[in-house]
Nanobody
Framework: QVQLVESGGGLVQPGGSLRLSCVAS????????MGWYRQAPGSERKLVAF???????HYVEPVKGRFTISRDNAQNMVYLQMDSLKPEDTAVYYC???????????WGQGTQVTVSP
């Protein structure tokens, strides 16, 4: 069973930055696609960004140019650097992993990000 543990959330002022981290207990981490989702109160969980095993990245339009996803396969880590944060970025952020070999997905427990003056 793969476990994902996020960290790095918190309270930040508009315009500030946060870096989320996610560590995975996975033997084949380098084969997984990894992603970050977020869920605001009263809303569905939505994709923010993902990175493939070949380090191809994709961002949803609201975060393009402000967020950067990256991975460190040696450390089984994936990161989300969030800059120029806005109040609408406030949400619980979830780490996501997709094992394409087993066609199975995994989720972290989430970390709260609050952007407020």
């Amino acid at each position: 069973q793969v476990q994902l543990v996020e960290s790095g959330g918190g309270l930040v002022q508009p315009g500030g930055s946060l870096r989320l981290s996610c560590v995975a207990s996975a033997n084949r981490f380098n084969e997984y696609s990894m992603g970050w989702y977020r869920q605001a109160p009263g809303s569905e969980r939505k994709l923010v960004a993902f990175i493939t095993s070949g380090e191809i990245t994709h961002y949803v339009e609201p975060v393009k140019g402000r967020f950067t996803i990256s991975r460190d396969n040696a450390q089984n880590m994936v990161y989300l650097q969030m800059d120029s944060l806005k109040p609408e970025d406030t949400a619980v952020y979830y780490c996501y992993a997709m094992d394409h070999q087993l066609n199975h997905e995994y989720w972290g427990q989430g970390t709260q990000v609050t952007v407020s003056p």
